[in-house]
């Protein structure tokens, strides 16, 4: 009796996780219905995918993609974008952007990401514009809030969208409703761009963006699905998986990931023993916080 109970509880209580996400989904569709036209930042990853694949139902050709393409943005996220774009439907504008060329960018202060961010939402604009559509957003979602992103400064400065984030959809959400629409990108491992790969303060070069592309490929081949390389000067610090960690242990496999990384320039290999874990630069930004507050 308690067996059944207990399953009941637990098919209520995902009864009712499904509604709340249903409704967000509705507020969302009504939200887009009511820019009148959007052009979205669109990466080609899960939260950009899933909001253009809702926007082109709910406008249809007053939606568009629009991708910008820089040295931070590998040539395999690239492809994935313009095949993912094709697939939606959606018209899709791919523009160059080279954000080393933004003043402040390279030298990779703690709001990089708002000097970028600020720079990708002024060509977005500037597309929109072309294409008489007065509204752009991007693909921020409510878990967004819950790390440090100096982007939201740009999104606020240039009055872009944020629609996944107003609905209040969570990273977990998107996947979810991504997986019903039957999206190549629900179960797309997150990505961010390669200037996230370097601590505050340490200079980003093209040489530098490179060499991370190269052995981040190097993995993927491999078969490792969450990845980053993290540039220390010398050293190349790996995350991945914990679960995958045992693979990453195999001597053929290590021998193959040292070799590619002394092949792109670094020196020195070694496996971050706490795993992939989003924002982990910004462990620094918290130890300096509470040293000053020491």
């Known amino acids: 009796m308690e067996a059944e109970y207990t399953s009941g509880k637990r098919m209520r209580q995902k009864k009712t996780r499904m509604t709340t996400t249903n409704s967000k989904l509705t507020l969302l569709r009504r939200q887009l219905r009511n820019t009148g036209g959007l052009a979205i930042a669109f990466s080609g990853g899960v939260d950009s995918t899933f909001l253009a694949a809702v926007a082109k139902q709910e406008l249809g050709d007053r939606a568009i993609a ?24 959606i018209k899709h504008v791919i523009v160059e952007s080279n954000e080393l060329d933004i003043p402040g960018f390279a030298e990779n202060p703690e709001n990089r990401c708002y000097f970028c961010k600020r720079e990708l939402f002024k060509v977005v ?20 809030l819950s790390d440090y992103r100096p982007g939201r400064k ?5 009055g872009t969208l944020s629609p996944l984030l107003d609905a209040g959809l969570t990273k977990s959400e998107i996947r979810s409703l991504s997986r019903k629409m039957k999206l190549p990108t629900a179960d797309k491992p997150a990505f961010a761009c390669l200037a996230s790969r370097f601590p505050y303060g340490s200079k980003i070069t093209e040489e530098k963006l490179n060499a991370i592309d190269a052995v981040e490929t190097v993995l993927r081949k491999l078969g490792f ?15 991945i998986l914990p679960a995958e960690m045992k693979k990453m242990l195999n001597a053929t496999v290590s ?3 040292v070799q590619a990384a002394k092949k792109a320039g670094f020196l ?13 630069m910004n ?3 918290k130890a300096r916080r509470d040293q000053n507050h020491d």
Do not use: F, W
């Open 66 to 89: 629009v991708t910008a393409l820089s040295p931070t943005y590998p040539a395999h996220e690239q492809n994935d974008a313009a095949k993912i774009a094709k697939l939606l439907r």
């Open 283 to 285: 462990a620094m930004l």
């Open 154 to 158: 740009a999104v606020k400065e240039s």
């Open 255 to 257: 021998d193959k990931v």
């Open 225 to 239: 699905t969450q990845i980053r390389v993290r540039h220390h000067g010398d050293v190349a610090r790996i995350e």
């Open 125 to 144: 604009r500037r597309i929109a514009a072309h294409y008489g559509i007065k509204k752009i957003a991007d693909g921020s979602n409510a878990d967004d």
């Open 268 to 280: 020195y290999v070694s496996l971050d023993l706490e795993g992939y874990r989003t924002g982990s």
